[in-house]
């Protein structure tokens, strides 16, 4: 299995919602990472998670909650958003601390419209 | 800090023509290299990498030589094709963090 799979695809919620993004990988990788990526821009970085640890938030809002309950899964929950919150997730992974060697694996992205 | 440049796009072709499009870094160290694809409504997929000076990484056609004398990673193939067409994001890691950091993008565009 190299797949990067992120559930679900497309999510439309209210600001009022709470409603969470659900990311998983059984490649045995122990690095994981949420970006942002607004049209027609790159992906952003969120947040990185190293071994079930948060490593990095790139100080992102805390509308924006992660959760790495195990190495083979990522969520990111979300609260109270704005409407400038609307892009498309994505979730990654790589063999962590050797990311550069191997590479980073993306997932197809969930796309959040929020109304 | 370790950043990525590459050209404005969007690039236009006809099919079969040759694709060259520009990236430079600038980085501490021995940063590892990347080009990724985006197909419309898509994930970014690893197109190729190079991780160390003079390195080609090859895919689909699509090479690239990383070269630390003129720091640039830039991309070629020799025939493009319709199905090409997509975002292309060149993107480094500088190796100390887990951070891949991204260039602005180029849109192709390939027409028959």
């Known amino acids: 299995d190299t797949e990067v799979t992120q559930t679900p695809k497309h999510l439309v919620m209210g600001m009022t919602n709470k409603k969470s993004l659900k990311c998983e990988q059984h490649m045995g990788h122990r690095a994981m990472y949420w970006y942002k990526q607004k049209a027609k821009k790159p992906p952003e970085l969120m947040f990185v998670y190293s071994y079930e640890k948060l490593s990095i938030n790139e100080s992102v809002p805390s509308r924006f909650s992660p959760e790495c309950p195990n190495s083979s899964l990522l969520n990111l929950h979300l609260h109270a958003l704005q409407p400038e919150d609307s892009a498309l997730y994505l979730c990654a992974s790589s063999q962590t601390r050797t990311g550069g060697i191997y590479g980073y694996t993306f997932g197809s992205g969930t796309r959040l419209t929020v109304v | 800090g370790n950043s990525v440049t590459q050209m404005e796009g969007p690039v236009t072709l006809s099919e079969e023509a040759f694709l060259t499009i520009n990236c430079t870094y600038t980085?501490?160290?021995?940063?590892?290299l990347f080009w990724y694809v985006q197909y419309p409504g898509e994930g970014l997929q690893l197109l190729l990498k190079?991780?160390?000076?003079?390195d080609k990484g090859s895919n689909k056609g699509f090479e690239a030589t990383y070269r630390k004398e003129t720091t640039s990673f830039h991309l070629e193939k020799g025939s493009v094709q319709v199905s090409d067409s997509a975002v292309y994001f060149c993107a480094l890691d500088g190796g100390a963090t887990n951070k891949l950091i991204f260039g602005t993008g180029t849109l192709l565009a390939v027409q028959p």
């Open positions: 190079a991780t160390k000076a003079d």
């Open positions: 980085a501490t160290g021995y940063p590892s």
